[in-house]
């Protein structure tokens, strides 16, 4: 099922069981496949327009007031375009703001360089007590959103609108301050999130035909990130590669290399957008053309394992 449905029936959801629970959009409920709660839920589910600086004070003041309000809209319009909104009214303020961004980095796709997001998680990290969680599948959203309404204070999350292939299952735990491990291995740390941790398992799949075993984590929780895990496998197989659907710099890659240069310094290098602006293109040409592909997961590791 494509995670814009499931974020939506998960919201209906939790928005009957509790009734501080608003959701605020930016003229892009349809696309974000939120458009049915406004017919379930009237009085608090409500549409801007396309003012999303409006809409993050607007959340930040029925915050205020006890509400938890979701905010919702295209990544590059939920980040960069209310940075200032989002620093001062909402985590200055320490006012309870969930921000949904839809379509990160590459998959805007046709949308182009305008909409592709490469930079939002760098953004929005360098805002102080702001959580930045992107779901890897349908399983960890579901699981992730009652934790989210729980925890107090500004929340990103950055989330894919299409379908994706499940990579957990109902039975996985979940924490979202701690990173999931999808593999144990003695031979290289592979940290992945969002859509590339569908990638790194294709790349997996390779690398054994290889002999090699990869420690696979998939750090679903950017900031705060989960430095016992990061440095605990780092120790394990002194050597890291990091694989994200964002700039190599602001984003994964820099925040495991904040804790690893604190703690253990090892041989690093980063699978992502090497420091580019969008483009339209359907998502396979995009990962070729950003190489970052299995193929280019699996280049990285043999690279850096000689």
């Keep these: 099922m494509e995670m814009r449905k499931v974020l939506a029936e998960e919201l209906s959801k ?3 069981q509790n009734k501080n629970i608003v959701l605020i959009d930016a003229d892009l409920a349809k696309p974000n496949g939120v458009a049915g709660l406004k017919e379930k839920y009237p009085d608090r589910a409500m549409d801007i327009g396309i003012a999303e600086q409006n809409m993050a004070c607007v ?4 915050s205020s007031y006890g509400f938890i309000p979701f905010i919702s809209t295209f990544t590059p319009f939920a980040t ?44 929005l990290r360098s805002i102080p007590e702001i959580v930045i969680f ?12 009652p934790q989210i309404i729980n925890h107090p204070g500004v929340v990103y999350i950055r989330a894919f609108r299409k379908e994706l292939e499940d990579v957990f299952n109902e039975n996985s735990d979940f924490d979202l301050f701690k990173a999931s491990k999808i593999q144990d291995g003695n031979d290289i740390s592979i940290f992945c999130s969002g859509i590339m941790v569908q990638e790194t398992m294709q790349a997996n799949k390779i690398l054994k ?15 705060p990130i989960d430095r016992k895990t990061v440095v605990e496998s780092a120790k394990k197989t002194g050597v890291v590669l990091t694989a994200e ?17 604190e703690e253990f310094p090892v041989k690093l290098a980063a699978i992502g957008v090497n420091d580019r602006f969008g483009q339209v293109g359907r998502m396979p040409y995009l990962k070729e053309v ?13 690279q850096l394992l000689s």
Aim: hydrophobic share 45%; with cysteine; net charge negative.
């Design 14 to 16: 939790l928005m009957a």
């Design 59 to 62: 959340a930040a003041g029925m």
């Design 80 to 123: 960069r375009r209310i940075c200032d909104q989002v620093a001062i009214s909402c985590a200055y303020a320490k006012q309870n703001v969930k921000i949904i961004g839809t379509d990160p980095g590459i998959s805007a796709e046709f949308n182009g360089g305008t909409h592709m997001s490469m930079e939002d998680i760098g953004v």
């Design 134 to 145: 992107e779901p890897t599948d349908n399983i960890q959203l579901k699981k992730a959103l």
């Design 209 to 223: 035909e290889k002999g090699i075993n990869a420690d696979i984590i998939n750090i679903h929780t950017i900031k």
């Design 245 to 261: 659907n964002h700039n190599i710099i602001g984003g994964l890659k820099s925040a495991v290399s904040e804790v690893l240069i």
């Design 290 to 302: 950003y190489k970052m592909r299995a193929e280019d997961i699996v280049e990285s590791v043999m």
